[in-house]
């Protein structure tokens, strides 16, 4: 980085607003404030993506904020100085037009950044002082993913074409002739037809190379390095650029990816495959051993190592990410700390390639490790909180944590033993000035088997010792996935809290951060032994907790916490005064023919509905209506391909006919999850206001 481009940086950083930095995040204390709603969690801004500058001297983050009247979110760069201190956040002014995904380049001279101001999704670049704005694409097509290389001399970039297609041209000229035809019936030969929210339309994402001149812009045609490859990358439907990368040397690209044929559907099999960046050659597969899910290679700085995320059982995508370390000198290959009983989520190597740092959950937790590769000794890094994402600067670690009780900040912290954080953002201060946060408290009981079940009990804003509150019983989905210390933006408890109830959220078995076998016992097993952790936890929570009203309470859960909710509804609704099912199973046979990752549905049952028809039946909802007396909310996402429109419409004509008190709230525009702001304003003011409907006094 030149002299003086530090010093025009290092200005704009110099004359932010300066403000006291607090972990409260502005937060009221428990007892002064009034209650969180759905309307503070949607306006919130949200901090992510946190990217350091290879000097170490800056970090850059994604801020997206909510527009309102828009009915949308709006994202923004923002810069801080991790060597000032006290150094303030800026915005820059780059980000005017929309601004996302920031990377640096090699050199930490420029700023790449996503942005569609120009009518496309398109690659642009600013520099650290984020004054202006430079177009580095300017391609036919939206990009969805983009890296530059090591040496600075190309750009990789993920495109929706069609695979048969040898130009660009070729994807859009067909794209415009689809959309000008009068006919609009599609004719499939292979699944999928649809996918979480999209319906197939015959392109696939494909990585193409672009030369980048010396200023850093795109230059010359687009390369394909997947020609003639039957698969996604980045990966359908959430995939970025972690789904690729290049090696050391800049020479080649290394991606992950599944090849669809007509398995794809049923098939976990994501391999790792390399291929030249002048597309010289057709993509390799350095998985091929490996019949399951292969993701997330990251090279050692030497070059030496390449470290990857493995699982083992293919078909099973709650598996155990195994942390896989390939020697390029000995060309071996080994696990690294295979007794640590945790699923890496991301991977990351400190300077010196000695040591890697992982993102796991940890007993409702999720924080970074470090790793010894030559003792495999593991390290807890952070403590309490959910780390979102995370960067290696030399010594120090960067990274976006939050908690039940305050949304996400950017801290740094050494990465010497006692090394202690600071926060660097204080974003959301005047939106929670005066706002009370209900405090969340940790407890464990006895559950199926008898083994340690963890929970969360949180209490209602303003808490009065010696009063009794409603509750709110919530139940997460996955199901392999966790209500654990985290600030959520759909199932968030303190809306709950704010509202006045009491929460309590139970990580029953099959929950992850537990160790694999906890997570495991859930499958085939959906009707009993979490069912058993739920009600022992709510017994529990009813004997440790005596502020909670056990006589005004009410479930709620969504996707399989919506399929528990229907469960509860015919196997267990004695201690609950109304229930809350958001895009939950209904008919489970159902499920296996009409959802589209098949590939979970026969894991969880034991194979396809024809193949193993007791598997779906042992747990079934739609065989226990007859039991079934409890008033329930049922909501239902249009745009939900994984538990389709009709199963949340089954639930409720099987209440209606019953004649049970019940409604059923529809999202024609929304998927799986309620996403849009003033939706999700609308979704919690319904249920609280059947919650309220059905615990009153």
């Not at 669809?260 to 010289?280: C, I, M, Q, R, Y």
């Not at 005066?434 to 929970?455: D, H, I, L, R």
Request: hydrophobic share 40%; with cysteine.
């Amino acid at each position: 980085m030149t002299k003086s481009f530090r010093k025009s940086a290092l200005a704009l950083l110099a004359g932010a607003a300066v403000s006291a930095l607090a972990l409260s995040a502005g937060a009221a204390s428990a007892a002064d404030g009034r209650g969180f709603t759905a309307k503070d969690m949607v306006m919130l801004e949200r901090i992510s993506d946190p990217q350091v500058s290879p000097d170490g001297r800056f970090a850059v983050y994604s801020l997206r904020q909510t527009d309102w009247e828009k009915n949308k979110g709006v994202n923004s760069l923002w810069i801080v100085d991790l060597k000032a201190k006290g150094a303030q956040p800026a915005r820059m002014g780059a980000s005017d037009g929309g601004a996302l995904s920031p990377r640096w380049s090699a050199d930490g001279k420029s700023i790449y950044f996503l942005s569609a101001r120009s009518g496309s999704m398109q690659v642009w670049k600013t520099d650290a002082t984020g004054a202006n704005a430079v177009q580095v694409t300017n391609l036919p097509i939206d990009v969805q993913a983009f890296r530059t290389s090591p040496d600075g001399k190309t750009m990789v970039v993920g495109l929706a074409v069609f695979p048969d297609c040898d130009t660009l041209k070729c994807t859009t000229d067909r794209t415009a002739e689809k959309a000008a035809s009068k006919a609009t019936g599609v004719l499939y030969d292979k699944l999928f037809v649809r996918h979480w929210d999209t319906w197939a339309d015959g392109t696939q994402n494909h990585l193409y190379s672009l030369s980048l001149d010396a200023a850093g812009v795109a230059t010359g045609e687009p390369v394909a390095l997947m020609k003639g490859f039957d698969g996604d990358a980045p990966t359908k439907p959430f995939g970025d650029d972690a789904d690729y990368g290049f090696s050391p040397d800049s020479k080649e690209v290394w991606f992950s990816a599944r090849v669809a044929g007509k398995t794809e559907p049923w098939s976990t099999n994501f391999d790792l495959w390399s291929v030249p960046v002048d597309g010289s050659a057709a993509p390799k597969d350095l998985t091929a051993h490996n019949p399951a899910w292969d993701a997330g290679m990251v090279m050692s700085p030497d070059g030496k190592l390449a470290a990857y995320r493995a699982m083992k059982r293919p078909g099973f995508e709650a598996d155990r990410f195994h942390i896989m370390l390939w020697d390029e000198t000995t060309k071996t290959e080994r696990e690294v700390a295979a007794g640590w009983d945790r699923s890496a989520d991301d991977l990351k190597w400190s300077a010196d390639g000695k040591t890697l740092y992982v993102l796991a959950g940890d007993v409702g937790q999720t924080r970074v490790f470090a790793i010894d590769v030559k003792t495999d000794k593991v390290t807890p890094v952070t403590g309490p909180g959910h780390v979102s994402g995370f960067q290696v600067s030399g010594q120090n670690l960067v990274y976006v944590q939050d908690d039940l009780t305050k949304p996400a900040q950017l801290f740094t912290m050494p990465l010497k033993k006692g090394g202690k954080a600071t926060q660097l953002t204080n974003v959301n201060a005047d939106k929670l000035a005066g706002v009370a946060m209900g405090q969340p408290e940790q407890f464990s009981f006895a559950g199926w088997n008898g083994e340690t079940v963890y929970g969360y009990v949180v209490k209602p804003a303003n808490y009065k010792e010696g009063e009794k509150y409603p509750v709110a019983f919530l139940i997460h989905g996955g199901p392999q996935g966790s209500f654990g210390n985290l600030f959520h933006y759909r199932w968030n408890a303190q809306t709950y809290a704010g509202a006045g109830y009491a929460v309590v959220m139970i990580d029953f078995h099959g929950s992850t951060g537990y160790g694999q076998a906890f997570t495991d016992s859930i499958s085939k097993h959906w009707g009993d032994r979490p069912l058993e952790d739920l009600q022992k936890g709510w017994s529990a929570a009813l004997s440790k907790y005596s502020f909670l009203d056990g006589d005004r309470a009410c479930a709620l859960g969504g996707s399989y916490g919506g399929f528990m909710v229907n469960w509860i509804a015919g196997n267990w609704s004695g201690p609950w005064k109304c229930l809350v099912n958001h895009d939950g199973v209904f008919d489970q046979r159902m499920m296996g023919y009409a959802s589209e990752e098949l590939w979970f549905t026969e894991w969880e049952n034991g194979g396809m509905p024809w193949q193993n028809p007791e598997g779906y039946e042992r747990f079934n909802p739609v065989n226990h209506v007859a039991a079934w007396n409890k008033p329930m909310l049922v909501v239902q996402g249009g745009q939900d391909f994984r538990i389709p429109l009709e199963q949340g419409l089954g639930t409720f004509t099987a209440l209606q006919s019953k004649e049970i008190p019940s409604e059923f709230l529809y999202f024609e525009n929304e998927n799986h999850w309620v996403l849009k702001p003033q939706n999700s304003v609308q979704w919690h003011d319904t249920v609280l206001g059947w919650l309220d409907r059905w615990t009153k006094q």
